[in-house]
């Protein structure tokens, strides 16, 4: 599931699951879906600098603030400090 490309700049492929929206009121629940990606990825990349890329804001608002994807495929690149998130498909 690592891919390694070089000097330091590694690939991985996560599908975030989006499961914990259910919980917000539902004209908040997209807000929630990006706040729980940011979420993920510090968690599992333990860094504080994350970059999502507007695809993945576009599939989660696709439906509109009530009806997020339950679950979402990212592809996560590190570049030095700098983690870059942008969805696969």
């Known amino acids: 599931m ?10 991985r492929i ?9 919980k ?4 908040k629940r997209s807000n929630r879906a990006i706040t729980l990606i940011r979420e993920f ?24 603030s009530q009806k997020p994807p339950s679950k979402i495929r990212v592809k996560v690149t590190e570049e030095e400090d700098v983690i870059k998130a942008e969805l696969v498909e």
């Open 2 to 11: 690592v891919e390694e490309k070089g000097e330091g700049i590694e690939e």
């Open 14 to 22: 996560y599908t975030i699951p989006l499961r914990g929206v259910k």
């Open 24 to 27: 917000a009121p539902r004209w």
């Open 41 to 64: 990825l510090v968690r599992h990349t333990k860094s504080e600098y994350i970059v999502l890329d507007s695809t993945i804001n576009e599939k989660v608002w696709a439906r509109g």
